[in-house]
Structures are given as structure tokens and as C-alpha cells.
């Protein structure tokens, strides 16, 4: 019984604390960009409009050529950001 408890316990605490993904830059929308620490709308937008003029970002180290970025921010938002295939257009 008491691994039976444990065992719920444990499944519980998974639960409570999901699995952090990154947010896709090239996939995301204004409020998913807003979402991540360190960005605030106008650095969302400036991401969505250098994506629709330039394409999609090869890597994140790409923000650095999106106005408001430099290479400290980028650092700091590296593990909370991700570059990864776009969405297929409905």
C-alpha cells in the first residue's frame, strides 16, 4: 500500500510541474512570443516581422539582426527559445 501511495505521489508531482518546451520563433504568435520572460510585445512584433520579411530563423542566434536584440538578451532567452520546421499553412 505504501508504494501504491508513493507511486501516486510521485505520478502527482509530475503533473503539477509539466515539462517545459521551448517556444518556436518561427511558429509562434504575438501572445506565445509575449509569454516568454524577457519579452515583451514589441520585442514579439519585431521577432513576427523580421520572420514575414526574412523568412524563417535558422537558429536563434538569428534574433541577433531583429532590431532590440543583442547578444546578452539572446543568451538569457536561448533556453526558453527554440527554431524548428514551420507549421504546415492550413
Given at each position: 500500500?505504501?508504494?501504491?501511495?508513493?507511486?501516486?505521489?510521485?505520478?502527482?508531482?509530475?503533473?503539477?510541474?509539466?515539462?517545459?518546451?521551448?517556444?518556436?520563433?518561427?511558429?509562434?504568435?504575438?501572445?506565445?512570443?509575449?509569454?516568454?520572460?524577457?519579452?515583451?510585445?514589441?520585442?514579439?512584433?519585431?521577432?513576427?516581422?523580421?520572420?514575414e520579411s526574412?523568412?524563417?530563423?535558422?537558429?536563434?542566434?538569428?534574433?541577433?539582426?531583429?532590431?532590440?536584440?543583442?547578444?546578452?538578451?539572446?543568451?538569457?532567452?536561448?533556453?526558453?527559445?527554440?527554431?524548428?520546421?514551420?507549421?504546415?499553412?492550413?
Open positions: 500500500m505504501k508504494k501504491l501511495i508513493k507511486g501516486v505521489l510521485a505520478l502527482l508531482a509530475l503533473l503539477a510541474f509539466p515539462v517545459f518546451a521551448a517556444v518556436n520563433i518561427n511558429t509562434a504568435t504575438q501572445s506565445e512570443l509575449e509569454g516568454v520572460r524577457g519579452l515583451g510585445p514589441a520585442k514579439a512584433k519585431a521577432i513576427i516581422e523580421y520572420r526574412n523568412g524563417s530563423f535558422k537558429s536563434v542566434d538569428e534574433l541577433d539582426n531583429v532590431k532590440g536584440f543583442g547578444k546578452a538578451s539572446i543568451e538569457k532567452l536561448k533556453e526558453e527559445l527554440s527554431v524548428g520546421p514551420e507549421k504546415a499553412k492550413k
